[in-house]
């Protein structure tokens, strides 16, 4: 396959690892086949958010035999925005604090998806113990460590009842862990001697990606926990937000400032995917938001959640306008390094998080719906999870509607200003 439509050189000019090169055309139809002839439901815990919204239409989009059913607590707010995704799409009222509540609400569907975050903080996984009591398939957009780990404590009991269920996915992480396990698969394939050695990722989003309070909360939330890296294969804590790192992600966004933050997928693909030194890092614009962030982290005033809300809906008004002048845009970079100095990246760029975060999120619910996921609490990158055979099928649905996408090339083909030292060679 030739080009996305970034513009990038061709994957002939060096590619990093060579076994295998992969970039999505923008606009191109999927090779995911829809769920089948039989009318499934689907239940959407906070379907009524930005998250799930997002992620009924792009469902609607792709798979219109669904019967989608947006659950939450607004009756006005789901009816109107069922109504607007039309094909069946209804609302279904459910506490998502009470079990009995959701297991009614999943009761007879053939998968949920819980996107009513913020995950932070949560001392039980609801949602998913009534898919596991209803035997109902699972998907969460879990950002959280913490929460995450609860719910991979799970695992027998989701096998015992025979519930395939995928934690942690949507954009990133999610669609982030898949690419970052393409580019140590392919690198494990294209060298015997070669071993994985680093995995970055890196994160950009444009204000807050106009998707509101919730997403705010999370990310005060996060400012308030420690930071878990790995460096030749040991963990190391480090602050929050510290670390600075210029990283390009592209002549879409350009070289942006990032900085350390706690997320799932470090610790994930450490675990699953072998890889000894990882971090990742999240940066946003206007930079001020940076600095802002970087004086905040760490602070006691974060371990109360009632006054990490205040502040997410006291700040909610100037990050929509802010938003208006920044726009929605988001990008991020996995950068896979070896031990023989081959370094394979992925770039992921699209206008519009609200956007896009529901079209990754749509992407997951297809293998499950499928029967490709195992019984068992699994991470996106888990071969039981996505078979590996159907991943570059699940990033081709999830990269719809990107500026630009490319997987397993060289550092100097995705970056906006490459180095070049003469005779066409390019310093990486």
Not at 24 to 30: E, H, L, P, Q, R
Not at 81 to 106: C, H, P, W
């Amino acid at each position: 396959m030739i080009l996305s439509s970034s513009g990038l050189p061709p994957p002939w000019q060096q590619p990093a690892i060579s076994c295998r090169h992969f970039s999505i055309v923008c606009g191109a139809s999927s090779s995911l086949a829809g769920p089948g002839p039989e009318k499934k439901e689907v239940v959407l815990i906070g379907g009524t958010g930005r998250v799930g919204s997002s992620t009924a239409r792009a469902l609607a989009r792709v798979w219109p035999d669904l019967q989608l059913v947006l659950a939450g607590r607004n009756r006005e707010r789901g009816e109107g925005i069922a109504s607007e995704i039309g094909a069946g799409t209804k609302f279904r009222a459910v506490d998502i604090e009470d079990l009995n509540s959701v297991a009614q609400a999943i009761e007879g569907a053939k998968l949920v998806i819980h996107s009513a975050g913020p995950f932070q903080r949560k001392n039980r996984c609801t949602v998913l113990e009534a898919a596991i009591e209803t035997k109902v398939p699972y998907i969460d957009v879990c950002d959280d460590l913490t929460h995450a780990q609860l719910a991979k404590s799970l695992h027998n009991k989701a096998v015992e009842a025979g519930v395939p269920a995928i934690i942690t996915t949507g954009l990133y992480p999610g669609v982030s862990n898949i690419m970052a396990a393409e580019l140590v698969r392919l690198a494990r394939e294209s060298s015997a001697g070669s071993r994985p050695r680093e995995l970055r990722f890196s994160y950009f989003t444009a204000g807050s990606g106009g998707v509101g309070p919730t997403i705010l909360a999370t990310s005060f939330l996060l400012l308030s926990e420690q930071v878990l890296t790995y460096s030749k294969g040991k963990v190391v804590k480090l602050d929050p937000f510290s670390g600075e790192r210029i990283v390009d992600f592209g002549k879409a966004v350009g070289k942006r400032s990032v900085f350390l933050i706690n997320l799932p997928e470090v610790v994930t693909a450490f675990e699953n995917l072998k890889v000894p030194t990882i971090t990742a890092r999240f940066g946003t614009a206007p930079f001020f938001w940076n600095w802002i962030m970087g004086a905040i982290a760490g602070r006691d005033f974060l371990k109360d959640d009632s006054k990490v809300q205040s502040l997410a809906k006291i700040s909610a008004f100037a990050v929509r306008i802010i938003d208006r002048l920044v726009g929605a845009k988001v990008s991020m970079r996995v950068d896979l390094s070896c031990t023989d100095g081959k370094r394979a990246v992925g770039l992921y760029t699209h206008r519009n998080l609200s956007v896009c975060v529901g079209s990754a999120t749509a992407a997951f619910a297809a293998p499950v719906l499928q029967g490709k996921t195992r019984p068992g609490v699994w991470f996106p990158e888990q071969d039981e999870a996505i078979p590996f055979q159907y991943r570059e099928q699940l990033l081709q649905q999830a990269s719809k509607g990107t500026s630009s996408f490319v997987m397993n090339t060289s550092p100097w083909m995705v970056e906006g200003d490459p180095k070049e030292i003469g005779f066409g060679i390019y310093l990486e």
